[in-house]
Every structure is written in C-alpha cells, then in structure tokens.
C-alpha cells in the first residue's frame, strides 16, 4: 500500500522506462525468431491489403496491359529464335574448348506490391512467399540486373531488401579488369565500390558485376556501372561511385533466382 | 470509440506510408506521417496513453523497414511521452505553437533514430545532420503544416474531450 502510494508520483515515468528497456531488448534480439514472426504477421496483413488493391488496378489496366503483352510477345518470340540459335552455337564452341562452368538459373516470377521508402531503409514487398518455394536470402534481379535479396519470408508474401539500402552489401568486381570490391550504399542515387586499392584498372562506364564469392549471389550479375573514380591523398582506397543498373523506381516485376546450377 | 478511431486513422497512415509516400520523396527523403500521428495524439491524450501509443504505433511501423526492429518504437514511446508537456489544456493551439512542439519532438525523433540506426557506419556526424536529420526534421514539418491546416479545429476539440474524460 505505501509502495502503491510512494510509486503513483512517478508511474508514467516508471512506464516510459519500462517501454525504453522494452525497446532496446527487442533492438538487442533482432534475429530472434518471434521478432522475425512478428515482423511477418504484420507485412502479412498489409500485403494483403495491399494485393486487393493492385488487383483493382490490375484490372482497370487490362486492355492497355493486353496490348503491351501481344507486342512484347511477338518481340520476344523473334528474340527467343534468334537466341536459341545462339545458344546453338555457343553450346557447339564450349564442346569444343571443353568449357564447364555454365550454370541455369531457376527463376521464380514476382510481383512487386508494395515499396518501403525510409533513408537508408528500403525494402519492397513482394506477392511470392513460402507457398511458392521462396527462402531467405533468395537473390532479387531483373533483366537490367541485381535488385536485391530476400530478407522476410511470409506464406504468400515475402519482403526484399534492395541495393539502395544502408545494411546491404554485396561483393561485385569489374567485368573488364576483374578487380574486386564491396558494393555498398549510403546515400543519393549511387552505390559505392569499396576496399579498392589506389591505381587499381577501373575506368568510368566500366560495368560492375556480383563475384559470386558469397554463397547468395551468383556471379556474373550485373550491379551497374562506375559513373566517377576519386582518390583522397591519405586514403588507401579509391572512391568509386556506381550508378546502379536498374532502375528502382519503376520495378514492378521481378524474378527470384531459386538455384543457379551447373547444367553440365 | 476513440481508439478504434485511432486504430483505423493508424493504419490508413501506415497503409499511406508504404503505398504512396515513396512517389514523394526527395532524394529519398520522407516525412514520417506516423510521428505528426503520435505528436498529435500526445497533445489530446493523457501522458501513459500517448506513450503507450507512441511505443505500439513506431513497432508496427518497424516491421515494414529492414532497420533496428525496436528502434521506431523507442523513439515515438519518448515523443509521445514528452510531446504530453506541450498540453495546453485551456487554450487552443496556435499554429506557431503547434509547430514548435512539432519542431522539438520531431527533431528528438530524428536524433534518437538517425544516431542508432547510423552507429557503426562510416557517416560523418556533420553529415549525419546535414543529410539525414534536419532534411527528414523540415519534410516532416511541411506535413506537421499542413495536418495543422486541415484538422487543427479537430485536434485541439479531441483534446478537450479527452479532458472530460480523465
């Protein structure tokens, strides 16, 4: 009783450090597995919301999207035909100088429902989860190149975590001279190249590509391309900006690489 | 009734947040229409309330974000604890008022939110401040403005209400 009385003073401050300690245990448990569920509950229910809505949209588009669908087969057809021959030729070459390391990429189609846009936090959520065979980490791409990677898995949704965003790293090296580096973001419309020594071979346009040296991402993805080379006096390393491949503000589809297996 | 209202005012902003605020961002700058939310909550609440509301409405909002999960929640429990000072229970709000609350506690959000989730990167602090703080601080405040403009008659009569009832 005289507790109850000493502490009603300072209840709400008593709450609010209950709330801080709460918060900071939750920051400290960040891979906790009821963190994790929680976190895919909640995008649960607002891709829900979300799929409804773009259903809506979907449909009132149709007629404009039918047309752009026939187009966009009759072009693909003659390009399937064209590069079918080629493969032709490329499979007779590699028997012939013995090549072993090409590799088939299973790829699971989605669509993109929804975007998270915070400095530095970027995410987007996707309409393919569990149900359709995702996993985490599972490597985001589209026909320009790398988008990002799968960080929340939901039954029929899934969250991605895209380039643009300040925890993201992925290791890349430049398809030209083959230096490596770690892409990496932190603000404005470019990544960054890191961990490249001074006169390294990097000239401005040169593509950078993923290294395959983790095991999520495959080699040979396109990240983007070095739009500006600078050096500091007392730095190791150089200062390269890249301008990434894709363009995020307009993905609306993407593809999931479920495995990249070597065919032969 | 009140805070099914609440409930359903939250998770339109959220829905907003994640659907509609990317199309207006300025060099991936957003405001965070869910703080102009819990300040305005912590000016027509009693203090428990708004920081218990502060602490729920910034953990939902943490699960859509790949950053600290937690770290939103922190942040708004203290803004809608403290934004409950700024209570003015026998006057209305004015709007230079009103936005010097917001400036205050948006500014203690930001700091609160940028430091942790910056710490450990390679961002200069100056340039923490620069680029991510006081940008986010002044979007939000555009925001702050412009709720002011369109519900202000509303917040400042939720509160007398809110009066009534404690």
């Known amino acids: ?15 609010l450090v209950i709330l801080i300690i709460c918060a900071l245990i939750i920051i400290s448990s960040n891979h906790n597995r009821q963190i994790e569920y929680f976190k895919i509950s909640m995008v649960g229910f607002i891709s829900a919301v979300q799929k409804e809505l773009v259903a809506i949209n979907d449909y009132l588009d149709l007629k404009e999207k039918n047309q752009q669908v026939q187009s966009e087969n009759i072009r693909l057809a003659l390009e399937n035909s064209f590069m079918h021959e080629m493969a032709l030729e490329n499979q007779r070459l590699r028997e012939l100088i013995g090549f072993k390391q090409q590799h088939e990429m299973q790829l699971i189609a989605a669509q993109v429902i929804g975007k998270g846009n915070r400095e530095g936090i970027q995410s987007i959520v996707l309409d393919v989860g569990s149900q359709d065979s995702v996993t985490k980490n599972m490597p985001i791409v589209v026909a320009d190149g790398l988008v990002g990677k799968i960080f929340q898995v939901g039954g029929d949704y899934s969250l991605g975590q895209i380039l643009f965003d300040q925890n993201f790293r992925v290791s890349g090296k430049v398809q030209r001279s083959r230096v490596d580096g770690i892409i990496h973001w932190e603000k404005g419309d470019f990544c960054l190249l890191k961990e490249v020594p001074k006169r390294s071979d990097v000239l401005i346009d040169d593509w950078i590509i993923t290294s395959g040296y983790g095991e999520i991402f495959p080699p040979g993805l396109r990240i983007g391309q070095v739009s500006e080379i600078s050096e500091l006096p007392n730095d190791l390393f150089m200062y390269i900006n890249v301008k990434p491949a894709v363009d995020f503000e307009k993905l609306e589809e993407v593809f999931l690489i479920k495995s990249s297996k070597p065919t032969r | 009734m009140r805070f099914i209202k609440y409930i359903i005012v939250y998770l339109i ?23 102009i939310f819990v300040i305005i909550i912590s000016l027509r609440e009693e203090r428990l309330r708004s920081t218990f509301i502060g602490f729920f409405a910034g953990l939902i909002q943490d699960a859509f974000t790949t950053a600290f999960f937690g770290l939103s929640a922190l942040a708004k429990s203290i803004v809608g604890f403290w934004g409950n000072f700024f209570q003015q229970p026998k006057k209305k709000y004015t709007i230079a008022y009103y936005m010097m609350i917001c400036l205050v506690l948006v500014s203690v959000h930001e700091f609160i939110y940028q430091v942790i989730q910056k710490m450990g990167s390679n961002i200069h602090f100056f340039s923490l401040i620069l680029f991510y703080i006081i940008p986010k601080i002044m979007y939000t405040l555009v925001f702050a403005a412009i709720a002011y403009l369109i519900f202000g008659p509303a917040i400042w009569r939720a509160r007398s209400t809110a009066d009534r009832l404690i």
């Open chain 1, 1 to 15: 009783m005289l507790f109850h009385r000493n502490i009603t003073p300072y209840r709400d401050y008593l709450i």
């Open chain 2, 13 to 35: 902003l959220l829905f907003v947040e994640k659907k509609f605020l990317d199309l207006i961002s300025i060099k991936d700058v957003t405001p965070d229409i869910i703080l």
